[in-house]
């Protein structure tokens, strides 16, 4: 018997999983207010709280810390690195504390499995990091000779839910084309390609999103940001944390957005509407990388429960491939169970290092 517990940080929320082999024991997802975020400059400084949160819940739960064999955290922005399982050490918890790529949620799953792990003596792990990196050369060209475009997408659950259709289309994933729109608080549309997420739109490339502003004219946001209104930090959190139909609308939360929309609010329909364009374009915009060859569209994340959404989504991109629904953020099981191969030995954990 293999115990194993995963975290997951997003913007607002850690979700925590307790799994004995394949069978989850405890799932919990920790709210955190905005008031409570705001009181933090940076997004690695929400570390001993979220820590704290945890261990309040488990020892709530009667969960020992003592009993577990691995911890696994959701992977963050670090430099490039291939799919699948790390172990947690100094040197990313070093990246990842002081010198992120981004500053995101994501990049605290590492830093507080591995303390939780250290104190216990057992692995920590990260599995399929945000900044998985199977791009192809032409799809990383950006126009611009300075900025190189990356690969930071939903990789965990995008990975998961295209493996999970092709099982169901009783297919290997290496033999299907599909194409994978998560979305959550951020969206991002990855490209998978016989195994391989060889393209990708990421959360500030494509559609607008509950709380982050998608792609920009460039112009007008260049004219914004010299404005002299804003320093960078305060539009940084325009771009991502305050954009968005939470900017529109006054709130981050999907579901209430259709309560509006059900009682009549126009504006409320019209901005909900142009997310799900701007979703369906982008999909529509990776459909070429695949030459007419597409399997099929999989829509996944906590907003794939809207049926408004994705009948609005699938009628615009319906006649490129089927249109596959893998609602919900299926990380945890995701995250427990690539630490479960590893402990069982069918799956080997990278080491993490930089040159």
Request: aromatic letters at 8%; charged letters at 25%; one cysteine or more.
């Amino acid at each position: 018997m293999k115990r194993i517990l995963a975290i997951n940080p997003g913007s607002t929320s850690t979700k925590i999983a307790w799994y004995e082999n394949q069978k989850q024991i405890f799932s919990r997802g920790i709210d955190h207010p905005v008031e409570e975020l705001e009181k933090f400059s940076h997004v690695q400084d929400q570390f001993a709280m979220r820590k704290s949160a945890i261990e309040v819940l488990l020892e709530a739960q009667g969960l020992d810390f003592h009993e577990l064999d691995a911890i696994v955290g959701r992977g963050g922005l670090l430099p490039p690195v291939s799919s699948g399982a790390y172990r947690v050490n100094e040197q990313m918890v070093e990246r990842l504390k002081n010198n992120p790529l981004v500053e995101h949620a994501s990049n605290l799953g590492a830093l507080i499995a591995f303390a939780f792990a250290t104190d216990l003596k057992i692995p920590a792990y990260i599995y399929d990091s945000v900044a998985v990196d199977e791009m192809i050369d032409i799809a990383k060209i950006s126009g611009m000779p300075e900025i190189k475009r990356q690969s930071f997408a939903h990789a965990l659950n995008a990975r998961a839910m295209a493996m999970k259709t092709a099982k169901e289309l009783g297919r290997p994933y290496q033999e299907l084309n599909l194409i994978v729109a998560h979305l959550g608080g951020g969206i991002s549309v990855t490209a998978h390609q016989h195994g391989r997420m060889v393209d990708l739109v990421s959360d500030d490339e494509g559609s607008f999103s509950p709380e982050r502003v998608g792609c920009l004219p460039s112009r007008s946001l260049m004219k914004l940001c010299y404005s002299g209104k804003y320093d960078q930090r305060t539009m940084k959190k325009k771009l991502q944390g305050k954009g968005g139909f939470s900017a529109y609308l006054g709130t981050l939360d999907a579901r209430e957005v259709e309560k509006m929309i059900l009682r009549g609010d126009e504006k409320a329909k019209l901005i909900y509407e142009a997310m799900a364009y701007q979703i369906a374009k982008t999909i529509a915009q990776l459909s070429i990388v695949f030459k007419g060859d597409l399997d099929g569209i999989v829509i996944t994340g906590g907003i794939a429960y809207s049926k408004m959404i994705t009948d609005w989504i699938r009628e615009r991109v319906s006649f490129l491939a089927p249109v596959y629904l893998q609602p919900g953020e299926h990380e945890l099981e995701s995250l427990a169970f690539g630490a479960l191969r590893v402990l069982e030995g069918s799956e080997e954990a990278k080491e993490y290092k930089e040159n």
